[in-house]
């Protein structure tokens, strides 16, 4: 299988616990998204990176979460101190190097914290 | 405002019709757009790209994009119940050209 890779593809934690995910693109891509999904919304952005170089990270997203890419290839993304209003689907797309090429899409982690 | 903005629908269409789902958006930088395609449950699915002003074809999907106007449409001939999904329009955006899309189109295709 070739295409993007996503573990775990569901995650039950306890409120206030940590939680990591990791994501493995497809191997001759260079550019990794992150992004976070709600019930009737779409995919929101959180952070992308170039290679090992994270670019841009939303605004939005609180410092209980860092999402890494040490060599480029797999990365992780944690929240840290989990919430109730962490519970998403959390996706990872990766893309060829490019402003106008296409993302494709993991299977996505589903968290949900109790 | 937001980058790329669509109608949350739901769209309902009976089975064989033409399903039009439209999107706008606001960077006028933009060169390209993409149609996803998401089924319940599941991760969003590529259907469509398209760069250029004009008409693009692929079996039943045709993508619309008029860079003056700042909108692109999807138009599903022969619509299928198992077309029946959220639809969702994206486009590169902002200073690193990150993709961002839009809050999707429920499309209900009523056999």
């Known amino acids: 299988d070739t295409g993007v890779s996503q573990d775990p593809r569901h995650k039950i934690t306890k409120r206030g616990q940590n939680v990591t995910f990791r994501c493995d693109p497809i191997?001759?891509?260079?550019?990794l998204y992150w992004y976070r999904q709600t019930l009737g919304q779409g995919p929101e952005f959180l952070t992308y990176?170039?290679?090992?170089?994270?670019?841009?990270k939303s605004r939005l997203l609180s410092d209980r979460f860092s999402a890494e890419r040490p060599k480029g290839s797999f990365s992780t993304l944690e929240i840290q101190r989990t919430e109730q209003g962490d519970s998403a689907m959390y996706l990872c797309?990766?893309?060829?190097?490019?402003?106008?090429?296409?993302?494709?899409f993991g299977q996505g982690t589903r968290l949900t914290v109790v | 405002q937001k980058e790329v903005e669509q109608n949350s629908g739901p769209l309902s269409v009976p089975e064989g019709a033409i399903a039009s789902l439209n999107c706008t958006y606001s960077?006028?930088?933009?060169?390209?757009f993409f149609w996803y395609r998401q089924y319940s449950g599941k991760s969003p699915e590529l259907i469509m790209s398209?760069?250029?002003?004009g008409d693009k074809e692929d079996g039943r999907f045709t993508a619309q994009l008029n860079k003056a106007s700042q909108y692109v449409s999807l138009l599903i001939r022969d619509s299928q119940p198992s077309d029946s999904a959220t639809y969702l329009c994206?486009?590169?955006?902002?200073?690193?050209?990150?993709?961002?899309f839009g809050t999707g189109t429920k499309l209900q295709v009523i056999p």
């Open positions: 990176f170039q290679n090992e170089a994270q670019l841009e």
């Open positions: 797309a990766s893309s060829l190097g490019g402003v106008d090429t296409e993302a494709f």
């Open positions: 191997s001759e891509h260079n550019r």
């Open positions: 398209i760069y250029s002003n």
């Open positions: 994206a486009s590169p955006s902002g200073g690193y050209q990150k993709v961002t």
């Open positions: 960077d006028r930088v933009s060169q390209s």
